[in-house]
């Protein structure tokens, strides 16, 4: 592309060499009428050009331009729309699993014994509490192997061990035995409903100082044959920072602020999220922090943004929960060190009406930047497909006339 | 030379200057077992040969494909700040565990400062910085993801002991779907291609897959655990629908995740076997006539 337009370039500065500078202005309008279709059209081949497509590959190439257009025309409409609130408050709808972070995850597969084949005819339903442990917290995992119709099958844990993985070389760690049960204690609420459930806390064992993943390996039988389950979580055995002080809000800039204060010991890029429900309790908004912290009391901001809060119109008060957070290291593995995490509410907050609540879009030089590069593709894409036949109507746009 | 001829030279050269320094590139990001050199963007190996056309100023964006998603970031950090700041700008495609490793790196550093490059890379893969300015985020136009494996792969969940590849210990579903908040891409698209030519580990995947990951994640369904997901002709399992619809079941995709190719046909496996061959051959289609 540079290369044609300097050779147009080179060719317009030799043309205006060589007819001299008096006539300048009706040139512009010779060369911009160059391109324009003259006369009527003809079927057979024009002497001297190449022949044209035959009607299949045009339609074809029609059809090209036509994908293309569309595709940069999604691409500046959903942009336009999406960056309206910034990368940090996002609508709840937008985030579906990030609702509840500290609901089990489960999962439901095929038994796989120790030659890794799938058995369709047993299912193994698992759950674990947690994927990412902050130090001195603990994770539950259970199983249960049912029928594909649902009817749960005896099981019996023969085994259970936890321990870190560590690279090939590197001295193992402790292994650490866990008790899986089905009596209606500790993490299992039912006794005698086939799931059984078993408790690692890596700060009481001999994993305290094991700064990554820890597999547990549970063995297991159900209907007589053989079976094999691994649960991983990473641990995070340091506390990067803490939180001090009480949080507070405060209408900043036409949004609404959570503020909370950390105690920075190790500073770096942190990022953290939290959840905010609206009056009746439906979740509304997701709210990330990714900032680089120094040391020492810092705040951070969780912004529910005003044009979010007009939109969403929801039942005030806002209630800031279920916040989580870790430092993240970068080119480093494990890549983070996790914050205590804030689990349940955090702040309720007092503001009761939308009194000072922006509904301005968002802005910044990031938005700018994409907007003019997605709305230049976007007419490009138009001016492309209108040539190519002017007697066919460029698709509408979703979002508005190409300016 | 007269003066206004002059004028006409001054404002050509610096238009020259301008659009010169301005061009889209296409950034293809390999997977698991990588094989291309690091830090080399002509070095094709993964994909297949070099001179196959991918899309302009295609540039191979190697990282390990062993080590940790986290650990290998900064060699895709250092590609998108090459080529896709300033007025660079680019399109991405992933294959597999690029597809892990880009959303990480959006979601995470997606808007962190960048200081803007010059495209012109030392044999690690950095670029020298163009005007010492920065700005936030990289220009990225969208993500086509061949085989994508943000969502995990269960043939990573019956790993073995306490020793195993970092990557194959990301690719674990449920690691996988926690290690970031795959919504957080900055209103960029990521348009999933998922194959179904998959019968080897059917027992372990669950739903349609291509041998190594299934539809739950190279289609983009959201969700802190994987599941099963399959075409319209399989009436036993839920569809895994185009575009960003929600999937029969009424799971959800991912934000900004749409499904442009199903393969209704299970005509395409995971591979590309070193000649674009596979789900990647079908991205590598769609690229070379949308990435201009």
């Known amino acids: 592309m540079p290369a044609a337009l300097i050779l147009a370039l080179l060719a317009a500065i030799g043309w205006l060499a060589w007819r001299g500078d008096e006539t300048g202005a009706p040139a512009a309008g010779v060369a911009s009428g160059a391109g324009q279709p003259q006369g009527p059209q003809f079927f057979g081949q024009v002497e001297g050009r190449p022949a044209p497509p035959l009607p299949s590959e045009r339609a074809r190439q029609r059809q090209q331009l036509v994908e293309l257009w569309t595709l940069a025309d999604h691409t500046y409409c959903s942009y336009r729309e999406g960056s309206m609130y910034p990368a940090g408050s996002r609508p709840m709808s937008q985030n579906p699993d990030q609702v509840y972070p500290n609901q089990p995850v489960t999962e439901t597969n095929a038994m796989r014994g120790e030659d890794r084949k799938g058995n369709p005819n047993i299912l193994l339903q698992t759950s674990q509490s947690r994927v990412y442990l902050a130090a001195g917290e603990s994770v539950a995992f259970s199983l249960r192997a049912v029928e594909p119709n649902g009817n749960v099958i005896p099981l019996v844990v023969t085994r259970a061990i936890a321990a870190g993985i560590v690279t090939t070389g590197t001295r193992s760690t402790t292994q650490v035995p866990l008790a899986f049960a089905d009596d209606g204690s500790g993490a299992d609420p039912v006794a005698g409903d086939g799931a059984f459930a078993g408790v690692l806390t890596p700060a009481q064992t001999g994993l305290a100082g094991f700064h990554g993943t820890i597999r547990t390996e549970v063995r297991y039988t159900a209907a007589g044959k053989n079976g094999v389950l691994i649960f991983d979580v990473i641990y995070s055995p340091k506390v990067p920072a803490t939180w001090v002080g009480t949080p507070r809000e405060a209408l900043e800039d036409g949004s609404l602020a959570f503020i909370l204060r950390a105690d920075v010991r190790q500073p770096g890029r942190y990022v953290v999220t939290g959840r905010i429900d609206d009056a009746k309790g439906r979740p509304f908004a997701l709210a990330t922090f990714n900032e680089v912290l120094g040391p020492g009391p810092n705040d951070i901001r969780l912004i529910v943004f005003g044009k979010l809060m007009v939109d969403g119109a929801p039942a005030l008060p806002l209630r800031l929960r279920d916040v989580d957070g870790y430092l993240l290291k970068e080119n480093a593995d494990p890549d983070r060190e996790l914050m205590p995490r804030l689990e349940g509410p955090v702040l309720t907050s007092r503001t009761q009406s939308m009194k000072g609540v922006s509904d301005a879009e968002f802005n910044s030089e990031e938005r700018t930047r994409y907007l003019t590069e997605f709305a230049k593709d976007r007419k490009g894409a138009a001016a492309s497909l209108a040539n190519f036949d002017p007697s066919l109507p460029v698709p509408p746009s979703a979002c508005g006339p190409v300016k | ?292």
């Open chain 2, 1 to 292: 030379m007269n003066k206004v001829l002059q004028m006409v030279l001054a404002v050509c050269l610096m238009a020259v200057s301008s659009f010169a320094a301005a061009a889209n590139y296409t950034l293809w990001v390999n997977g698991r077992t990588g094989g291309g050199v690091v830090g080399n963007y002509d070095s094709w190996n993964y994909w297949g040969p070099g001179t196959t056309a991918a899309g302009v100023n295609k540039k191979s964006v190697n990282w390990d494909g062993r080590s940790s998603v986290a650990s290998q970031s900064g060699k895709i950090r250092d590609a998108l700040d090459c080529f896709c700041t300033g007025n660079n700008w680019c399109y991405v495609v992933t294959h597999s565990a690029g597809d892990l490793i880009m959303g990480y790196t959006m979601a995470n550093y997606g808007g962190s400062a960048r200081v803007k490059k010059n495209a012109t890379a030392n044999s690690s893969g950095v670029c020298g910085d163009s005007d010492g300015s920065a700005q936030t985020g990289w220009n990225i136009k969208w993500v086509r993801a061949a085989s994508g494996a943000g969502g995990g792969s269960e043939l990573s969940d019956v790993g073995s002991w306490t020793t195993s590849e970092p990557l194959v210990q990301d690719l674990k579903t449920t690691t996988a779907r926690a290690m970031y908040n795959h919504n957080t891409t900055r209103s960029v698209w990521f348009y999933m291609y998922a194959g179904a030519k998959g019968t080897a580990y059917s027992g372990v995947l669950p739903g349609q897959d291509d041998e190594a990951v299934a539809y739950h994640s190279t289609g983009g369904v959201s969700g802190s655990s994987g599941g099963s997901y399959c075409n319209p002709s399989d009436w036993l399992c839920n569809d895994l629908t185009l575009g960003t619809a929600a999937n029969e079941g009424g799971s959800l995709k991912w934000s900004y995740h749409s499904v442009s190719f199903r393969d209704d046909s299970e005509a395409y496996n995971h591979y590309a076997n070193g000649n674009w061959g596979g789900i990647v051959g079908v991205v590598r289609s769609a690229v070379v006539n949308s990435a201009l």
